[in-house]
């Protein structure tokens, strides 16, 4: 079974605004309106300036009617047009399309965007059981990690993995859904410059992993409010 096209879901509610952001970080635009979309050249965002919309992730398929039977015994699922709709412990909020996706996208070798080298979905659970379940049922395996140690990461092969955290397990803000970037020692401090010449507000500056309490890894969000850990490693 191929692996459902998934693509980030941010909202807004000023489309400009959010363009501008994404372009200001060197993301590009293959898509302006109905849906407006933009890619890293790793993964794909769609902007969506419809007011029921919600950060999380969108997924396509011709049918998801296997899969939603599972889903209905761990939580509620809700049907939308030609689709359906779900939450998680996380709040993050996942659209399953009953259709394939007519996106025509292929991954570059290289990142476009300044944000760096994409490591996925990162969320916080109230629930990491149940989370889990649901990400297996949406075909999702586990690669590393356990509910045990609190901490697990999954992939469906379809170039947006996701790592659940148990509450408490990061000493900083944590937005859920948040993407997370690792850039390694050299190179993030170039990133959060480059951030920085931008004109990209920071919304945290984290210290705590550096003894020297320096800036090493820093938190952005977009307009819609999702988040962006631009980490070293």
């Known amino acids: 079974m191929n692996s459902p096209f998934t693509i980030i879901h941010t909202p807004t509610n000023q489309l400009e605004k959010s363009l501008d952001f ?15 979309l933009l890619t890293d050249g790793k993964f794909v965002i769609e902007i969506n300036p419809d007011r029921f919309a919600r950060a999380g992730l ?14 209905k015994k761990l939580t509620e699922v809700t049907s939308i047009e030609n689709g359906y709709m779900l939450g998680t412990p996380t709040g993050t909020r996942i659209y399953l399309m009953n259709e394939e996706s007519n996106i025509d996208f292929t991954p570059s070798e290289m990142p476009l965007g300044m944000t760096g080298n994409f490591a996925g979905l990162s969320l916080e659970t109230t629930d990491m059981g149940q989370s889990a379940a649901i990400w297996e049922v949406l075909g999702y395996e586990k690669t590393m990690g356990s509910i045990e140690k ?36 050299i190179n993030n401090p170039k990133i959060i410059q480059n951030i920085r010449n931008a004109g990209i507000p920071i919304t945290e500056e984290i210290t705590v992993f550096n ?11 977009d307009p819609g409010g999702y988040g962006f850990f631009i980490y070293n490693d």
């Open 22 to 36: 994404y372009q200001k970080l060197n993301y590009k635009v293959f898509s302006e309106s109905n849906p407006t």
């Open 58 to 71: 969108k997924m396509f398929q011709s049918n998801w009617e296997s899969e939603v039977s599972a889903l």
């Open 150 to 185: 609190g901490w697990i990461a999954f992939s469906n092969k379809s170039g947006i993995d996701v790592s659940l955290m148990k509450p408490n397990s990061c000493p900083h803000l944590f937005f859920n859904p948040s993407l997370t970037f690792f850039n390694g020692k």
């Open 211 to 221: 003894k020297e309490g320096i800036v090493d890894n820093v938190i952005i969000r």
